[in-house]
């Protein structure tokens, strides 16, 4: 069995980019946002102009991911899967820098992240700041900066966690699912099997009772996971 886990909104309550940007951004930021809603651009193309709008000094950066507040139960079912040998890697379309920055404040910065590259220049200065895409690729349907379904290697059980629309495409791919909000509602309307939750305690007990069998028909279909 092998975890792979989306950050904004599924470990963090909040999108910490969306809330570095509404703290530190040029509002122009927002009108960014309404074309890739708009699907007139695509997320990495998005979330590279967004970057770059930020008006802080790494400093301040901090003191702002500082408020951003991840599922209190993420440390256990965290540690569940380190006591049980099972790996555990952030798959994330967002910040490598912000989810780090938040791993380190909660004491897991041991956990292996997967995400788009911030690069600070002048960091005590007036700083800009640069996002690269190393995990895209040319040929993912969602224009994306991190390609989810590229970074699920074959394994024997994968299971993923997530939540939102850069969750879709990958969803398709791993043999057991998580899923809730946007997810869960796209899930349901591509017939893709998936058990629904609400914190990490709820996936803690699921996987707690996977662990012994690892059996993939213990998955929940959409109708009962919707009911």
């Given at each position: 069995?092998?975890?792979?886990?989306d950050?904004d909104?599924?470990?963090?309550l909040?999108?910490a980019?969306d809330?570095?940007?509404s703290?530190?951004?040029?509002p122009?930021w927002?009108t960014?946002?309404?074309?890739?809603?708009?699907?007139?651009i695509?997320?990495a193309?998005?979330?590279?102009?967004?970057i770059?709008?930020?008006?802080?000094?790494?400093?301040?950066l901090?003191?702002?991911l500082?408020?951003v507040v991840?599922d209190?139960?993420?440390p256990?079912?965290?540690?569940?899967c380190?006591l049980h040998a099972?790996p555990?890697?952030i798959v994330s379309d967002?910040?490598?820098?912000f989810?780090r920055?938040?791993?380190v404040?909660?004491n897991?910065?041991?956990i292996p992240?997967i995400?788009?590259k911030?690069?600070i220049?002048?960091?005590e200065?007036?700083a800009?700041?640069?996002?690269?895409?190393?995990?895209?690729?040319l040929?993912c349907?969602?224009a994306?900066?991190v390609?989810?379904?590229?970074s699920?290697?074959?394994?024997d059980?994968?299971v993923?966690?997530?939540?939102g629309r850069s969750?879709f495409?990958?969803?398709?791919?791993?043999?057991?699912v998580?899923a809730k909000g946007?997810?869960?509602d796209?899930?349901?309307g591509?017939?893709i099997p998936f058990?629904?939750?609400?914190?990490?305690a709820?996936l803690?007990?699921?996987?707690?009772s996977?662990?012994?069998?690892?059996?993939?028909?213990?998955?929940?279909?959409?109708?009962h996971?919707?009911?």
């Amino acid at each position: 069995m092998y975890v792979y886990c989306d950050f904004d909104g599924t470990i963090s309550l909040d999108d910490a980019t969306d809330f570095v940007l509404s703290n530190l951004a040029d509002p122009a930021w927002e009108t960014i946002e309404q074309d890739w809603l708009d699907g007139e651009i695509g997320s990495a193309e998005c979330m590279r102009r967004q970057i770059a709008l930020i008006r802080a000094n790494q400093h301040e950066l901090d003191d702002v991911l500082e408020d951003v507040v991840i599922d209190p139960t993420f440390p256990a079912f965290a540690n569940f899967c380190s006591l049980h040998a099972v790996p555990l890697t952030i798959v994330s379309d967002g910040v490598d820098y912000f989810i780090r920055q938040i791993l380190v404040r909660n004491n897991l910065s041991h956990i292996p992240v997967i995400a788009n590259k911030l690069t600070i220049v002048n960091p005590e200065g007036m700083a800009t700041y640069h996002l690269t895409t190393p995990h895209a690729d040319l040929d993912c349907l969602s224009a994306a900066g991190v390609c989810k379904c590229r970074s699920l290697t074959p394994r024997d059980l994968r299971v993923y966690i997530g939540d939102g629309r850069s969750d879709f495409c990958v969803s398709h791919q791993p043999e057991l699912v998580f899923a809730k909000g946007r997810l869960a509602d796209y899930c349901f309307g591509q017939d893709i099997p998936f058990i629904a939750y609400e914190t990490f305690a709820d996936l803690t007990h699921s996987l707690m009772s996977a662990v012994p069998r690892l059996k993939v028909d213990a998955l929940i279909t959409p109708r009962h996971a919707a009911a």
